[in-house]
């Protein structure tokens, strides 16, 4: 009897490999199935494609060659103006049409969307950021940081902009001098950004120690950006999340050293400082009133917010600055007339660059917003519906779902010959950031718009007025150098390579 059992067991092992093998196989093909059906049921008319990898939708041509596979978005979207996706998990829409990019970044509330800024955003910021605040308590922070941005104020960070600045192009023409080598300029760019922004928003706060350590930890960060979001230790990601606090408690270390400066009555120096002016008072008000600290008065609160402003500030204007040289480059024509408005303007102005001079600037400006235009350096602004929204009159967005609103595709819509780069469109003459202003994105719009684009501008225009009057430069042109490379805001194929020597004035 006993044998008996045995051979029984023995016979029926098999089956029972079998049998679970078979339940396994069968929920991988429910899974994909349960899935397909969802996808189909959440785009419903849209765009997009009948078929989707499971679980990893179109991740891979998006990682392998992520160009090509937001143009085929752009194309596909065109007729609608947005088409849907599927990347690992989660249904995303790809919005090519600008009002209904303004609708979606008018709506960033609860119940509607959030604003995200980047994919791994709340992962690497965490969820107090200002960029995933809403309402009242949004507004009024918002409201606190006006003063950092005055005539004033602005007038202190060009003349720093403008120090750091020649400060690096002097250091470039003396390297090339050495050197028969080209050079990638999104490199150098990405450094002296770097510097400008923690010179702008920390100053003196920053010893060469701290800055030292800085540097390290936003390499780290920025490495982590790129990276896949794996929170085990040996991977970027991981590695990124460990450095944020360091560099947070950084810029703690400077606002509380700015509050010891600016309760002394010292004059402003740099972005922190006029930032800390204003929660001196906020706190002296609320001592007064007999109410609680002020949210976001905290040198904790405040190394967050200017880390968030340092973010913003690095790799959008190290993409615009890049594209601005190159594409004056390209254009020798546009590029001698800058230099001959800068020879007029700077010739007058022996003391530096100033608020004032940037206004006169009306040809540089006119490049600098068309480089703006052409190459929005953040060509993407995801956002997560928050809840059911009917974005359109025939398509409600699914909550959950990944939206994608294009800077890129709106620049294209609506202005004269959209794919050429022509800065005469900004001329008094032709005013199409007026007539075309509701396709002009690249800072945003509602109230997540950008509240440094002053800031941006100046940035962009501070560095042209000076490297077209200081540098030669020579591209080494190949057939795909200009080309968008998504680093993750964009830049030319080639890094901008190119060969540097000092502008020598055949006029002067």
Avoid at 94 to 111: C, L, Q, T
Avoid at 326 to 339: A, F, G, I, Q, Y
Wanted: with cysteine.
């Amino acid at each position: 009897m006993l044998v008996l059992s045995e051979s029984v067991l023995s016979a029926a092992a098999p089956w029972e490999r079998i049998s679970w093998g078979m339940a396994l196989g069968f929920l991988l093909v429910s899974y994909v199935v349960y899935e397909q059906l969802t996808f189909m049921w959440k785009r419903k008319h849209l765009p997009g494609p009948m078929f989707v990898l499971p679980f990893l939708g179109g991740v891979i041509p998006m990682i392998v060659n992520p160009t090509q596979f937001w143009d085929d978005q752009a194309v596909a979207a065109k007729k609608v103006g947005l088409c849907s996706h599927f990347l690992l998990g989660n249904f995303v829409l790809f919005v090519r049409d600008s009002e209904i990019s303004h609708k979606i970044f008018a709506n960033v509330r609860p119940g509607a969307f959030q604003l995200v800024g980047h994919p791994l955003g709340s992962k690497l910021f965490g969820k107090d950021n200002l960029i995933f605040m809403f309402g009242q308590d949004h507004k009024d922070l918002r409201g606190r940081l006006a003063p950092l941005f005055t005539l004033k104020a602005l007038g202190i960070y060009i003349s720093i902009q403008e120090k750091t600045a020649r400060k690096h192009i002097a250091t470039w023409l003396a390297s090339a001098e050495k050197s028969n080598d080209p050079v990638q300029l999104r490199l150098l760019v990405r450094d002296m950004n770097l510097e400008t922004s923690q010179n702008a928003f920390v100053g003196p706060y920053l010893t060469p120690e701290l800055r030292q350590q800085f540097n390290y930890d936003y390499n780290l960060f920025n490495q982590g950006l790129m990276s896949l979001p794996v929170s085990l230790p040996g991977f970027a990601f991981h590695a990124a999340k460990k450095a944020v606090p360091r560099l947070v408690a950084t810029l703690a270390s400077c606002a509380k050293a700015s509050k010891v400066r600016m309760m002394a009555e010292e004059e402003p120096a740099c972005l922190i400082d006029f930032w800390i002016v204003e929660v001196l008072k906020q706190i002296r008000e609320a001592e007064e009133a007999g109410a609680p600290m002020p949210r976001h008065t905290s040198d904790l609160e405040i190394g967050y917010h200017v880390f968030d402003f340092l973010f913003a500030a690095q790799d959008a204007s190290t993409s615009s600055i890049t594209w601005a040289a190159t594409l004056l480059e390209s254009h020798p024509d546009m590029l001698e007339k800058v230099r001959q408005e800068q020879k007029f303007l700077q010739h007058d102005s022996p003391t530096g660059l100033t608020p004032e001079l940037l206004r006169k600037m009306k040809y540089t400006e006119m490049v600098v917003k068309e480089v703006l235009r052409y190459r929005p350096p953040a060509t993407l602004v995801p956002h997560i519906a928050a809840d059911d929204f009917p974005l359109t009159d025939t398509y409600t967005v699914p909550k959950g779902t990944i939206v994608f609103p294009s800077l890129l595709e709106s620049s294209f819509q609506g202005f004269t010959n959209p794919y050429e780069f022509d800065p005469d469109r900004f001329s008094a003459e032709r005013l199409e950031d007026q007539v075309y202003k509701r396709n002009w994105l690249l800072f945003g719009a509602g109230p997540h718009q950008c509240i440094g684009q002053r800031y941006a501008m100046n940035q962009l225009l501070v560095f042209t007025a000076l490297y077209s009057t200081l540098v030669d430069a020579k591209r080494v042109r190949t057939p795909d150098c200009d080309d968008i490379k998504y680093t993750p805001t964009i830049a030319p194929k080639d890094g901008g390579l190119v060969y540097l020597s000092p502008y020598a004035d055949s006029n002067a």
